[in-house]
């Protein structure tokens, strides 16, 4: 009698998992085995990528274009006039930049290579460099043009990220005022003494160009594609990536592959490069140990700051304005 009920249990089991094997059966859709003929539908490809290049640029984004090439120009230019008055270190070894009298302590350095973890800082003096970590991508001539592919890669230039999407905007790659950093180097070679005052308008102006530059490239990459590497920092602004095998080149891997993209956002192409920054409340030098007190914030808003600009609020949790002090 036991067996029989125990049969029974099992019969009903297997209905029910019938009845779900059905159910999921019936809700696949099934389509047809006959091969696809890609010529047919190459020049369908190729037609809809034609009918939508006519679409750019977008007339309504090339104000946007000018503004942001605009505000790029008075960020470069008010960082290397305030890196010549407030003093800028950089790590020998890795990228870590602070803005202050002397570096700090915090053990963050992974060496030359990435040989080291948790290193001390070796600072040297830092450059404009330093403070705006410099983008740059192919140049293209048209925005849907061919992929570049990796035997091209030396046949196209590359400039910022910034200016090639402010050009696939509109803008006119003839423009005097899409300069480049190494023009700024002749200035800093004697530089002139500003008062405070002068300080303080040349870092609110340069916090303003930073924002402006930041707020425009968020609106432009809401109509003009980007890509990024998920492995590395390689930008491409355009519909699709390039072909060029570099992953891994700027990463010091010890592999050359292919890049794996996917959509850009604001800090691919604007990096913040966060650093830490020393409070009022925080002793001379920042040290290890209290590193869970200090608070961070993007170079160039350090770097504003300590020259007299006063920082946006939405800055004042990352910096811990009110944070308690590292104990002694």
């Not at 040989?115 to 404009?128: C, D, E, I, P, R």
């Not at 293209?140 to 196209?156: P, T």
């Not at 899409?178 to 916090?207: G, Q």
């Not at 700027?250 to 920054?277: C, M, N, Q, S």
């Amino acid at each position: 009698m036991s067996a029989l009920k125990i049969n029974l249990r099992e019969l009903k089991r297997w209905q029910r998992s019938s009845l779900n094997l059905e159910k999921l059966i019936n809700g696949f859709r099934f389509y047809s085995n006959k091969s696809l003929d890609l010529k047919n539908l190459r020049p369908m490809i190729l037609k809809r990528i034609e009918e939508r290049s006519k679409e750019y640029p977008v007339k309504g984004m090339l104000p946007v274009a000018h503004e942001v090439l605009q505000a790029r120009n008075a960020l470069y230019d008010g960082v290397s006039t305030l890196i010549q008055h407030v003093p800028v270190w950089s790590c020998k070894y890795c990228p870590e930049v602070f803005i202050g009298e002397s570096g700090h302590l915090i053990q963050t350095c992974h060496g030359y290579h990435r040989h080291a973890k948790n290193k001390v800082h070796t600072w040297v003096k830092g450059s404009l460099n330093d403070v705006i970590a410099p983008v740059e991508t192919f140049h293209l001539q048209k925005m849907f043009q061919n992929v570049v592919k990796h035997h091209e890669r030396f046949d196209y230039d590359r400039i910022p990220a910034i200016v090639e999407l402010c050009l696939q905007a509109g803008a006119d790659s003839n423009d005097q005022s899409i300069v480049t950093p190494d023009n700024l180097e002749n200035n800093m070679v004697n530089p002139k003494k500003l008062s405070e005052d002068d300080l303080r308008l040349v870092a609110i102006r340069t916090l303003r160009s930073w924002e402006a530059v930041r707020s425009g490239v968020h609106k432009l990459l809401f109509v003009y594609p980007a890509r990024v590497c998920k492995h590395c920092s390689e930008v491409h602004v355009g519909p699709s990536g390039h072909k060029a095998r570099m992953c891994g080149v700027f990463k010091y891997d010890t592999w050359r592959g292919a890049h794996f993209w996917e959509k850009a956002k604001v800090d691919d192409l604007v990096p913040p490069k966060v650093v830490w920054i020393r409070r009022h409340q925080d002793g001379l030098v920042l040290v290890d140990k209290g590193r869970e007190y200090y608070g961070r914030a993007p170079v160039v808003v350090d770097l504003c700051s300590k020259g007299g600009a006063l920082v946006p609020s939405k800055y004042f949790c990352m910096m811990k304005v009110d944070g308690l002090t590292a104990p002694d």
